[in-house]
């Protein structure tokens, strides 16, 4: 098996923190209404300069046979300065009305966020900057955002019906929360649903926010709150840092739950109501039954890795944890439809205790695929699939490939609707390209069958 690549721009030459390709980008490259979108960095003539601010970049593609060439606007109106790699750009479309939203540029600031008119993303006759509204620190119809209650990072999007969901963190790295946004594509405005994850001397990181079948799924990790110096003073930045004073070696456990009302009311895995948002409820560290794997501080569990659901009902979660024999090693934790709860280690890759994360996903068989990059200096790119028929336990090399240098993100609606697992990532900076890193889509040909409807 090998993909067909295709490239969108050139990464930042400019930076020394990677803007393009983090796990936590929900999401970089998404598949609506034929076409397929991607979300980007660059900068302008390809900069060494750390002087030269960098823009945002929205690319498009018509997907089929033959698949089209891609569209790019860049946006120049906005400058993106700030070298730190929490500072994503993430996008999401509303299926109901067609309204493109992106959200950019965060670590612990001011909410950014940019929407198209509505439609775009129906009409496919138009492409231009024009079509799109300046940037923006408020969600129209919701709460504005203003210092010092803005400490917004990891916007992430995802789909429930025709609506769009909104969710980042808001605080620190230790001593942050989590909030979901509404936004109604009847209405075009933004409803705060509230705070669904709060950490106590900690804050919650999760994996993804996945819904699938009708249920909203989230895993996470806790990190634990270290004073540092500075950590009592609102004016210090030393937790706007790309490495900060609380790092992975104070996370902990893997937590789940589940919400069957698009993100109001949260079950435990035991199907225990824990959490009603209506009422002002949240997710705490003392909610009964979140907590399916526990792993101590120190245990090697690694924040923001990537989750799936499949269409047979089952959860996925690709993280990592030290073995027996305190070697990290890639993990699978799966929930089983009925609700049990089962790990299987990844046999012959060893990720670092804080190297590159890969990607999990779930084809309509309900098989599951991992994308694992090269975690010892390496460049390697490695696909693996696991089966359903062998309970995930069996583990298929499909693919591996040199050159790469990027957390590997999936476009889900892509894989869920046109059989096709296409990838967002980077290459590493080939001699050919002058050593300048590209920003790239790998696309596998997986197989026609369709899984269920989000």
Not at 12 to 17: A, E, F, G, L
Not at 148 to 177: H, I, Q, W
Request: include cysteine; proline fraction near 6%.
């Amino acid at each position: 098996m090998e993909p067909t690549v295709t490239y969108l721009g050139y990464d930042p030459p400019n930076t020394k923190c990677r803007l393009n390709a983090c796990s936590y980008q929900q999401d970089a490259l998404t598949t609506y209404d034929g076409y397929q979108y991607a979300a980007f960095y660059t900068a302008p003539s390809n900069s060494t300069s750390p002087q030269t601010p960098r823009h945002v970049n929205l690319s498009r593609r018509k997907i089929g046979r033959p698949i089209g060439s891609w569209e790019n606007i860049e946006f120049t109106d906005y400058k993106q300065t700030t070298d730190d790699g929490h500072n994503t750009i993430s996008i999401g479309i509303s299926y109901g009305d067609g309204t493109i939203h992106m959200s950019y540029d965060h670590h612990c600031d001011q909410l950014r966020m940019r929407s198209s008119v509505t439609g775009l993303a129906k009409d496919h006759s138009l492409w231009s900057t024009a079509l799109f509204h300046p940037t923006t620190h408020y969600l129209p119809g919701s709460l504005s955002y203003s210092p010092p209650t803005s400490e917004v990072s990891y916007p992430r999007f995802v789909n429930v019906g025709m609506d769009l969901l909104l969710e980042c963190r808001v605080g620190k790295a230790g001593a942050g929360s989590n909030v979901l946004h509404r936004y109604s594509s009847l209405t075009h405005t933004w409803s705060f649903l509230g705070q669904y994850l709060t950490g106590v001397s900690s804050n919650p990181y999760p994996n993804g926010l996945t819904h699938k079948r009708g249920r909203l799924h989230v895993s996470w990790t806790w990190r634990h709150f270290t004073p540092y110096q500075g950590s009592s003073d609102p004016s210090s930045i030393a937790h706007k840092a790309q490495a900060g004073p609380n790092g992975p070696e104070n996370n902990a456990d893997l937590c789940y739950a589940y919400s069957d009302d698009q993100g109001r009311t949260w079950e435990n895995t035991h199907r225990k109501t824990i959490a009603e948002l209506r009422e002002g409820g949240s997710i705490l560290p003392s909610s009964a039954g979140i907590t399916v794997f526990k792993i101590p501080r120190g245990g090697g569990v690694l924040n923001q890795e990537s989750q799936c659901a499949s269409a047979d009902g089952g959860f996925h979660v690709l993280n990592r944890q030290y073995d027996e024999n305190r070697e990290e090693r890639w993990w699978h934790y799966l929930r089983l439809a009925e609700g049990s709860w089962e790990r299987v280690g990844m046999p012959g890759f060893r990720p670092t205790e804080a190297g590159d994360r890969g990607a999990v996903c779930a084809d309509g068989n309900s098989d599951v695929h991992f994308l694992l990059p090269g975690n010892a200096g390496d460049t390697s790119l490695t696909l693996v699939k696991a089966s359903r028929e062998s309970g995930w336990k069996e583990h298929v090399v499909l693919w591996k490939g040199e050159g790469w240098a990027g957390e590997p993100l999936v476009d889900e609606p892509r894989l869920r609707d046109w059989g096709v697992l296409s990838v967002f990532t980077r290459t590493a900076g080939l001699e050919a390209d002058g050593g300048l890193r590209r920003i790239a889509v790998l696309d596998f040909e997986l197989g026609r069958k369709l899984s269920c409807a989000v």
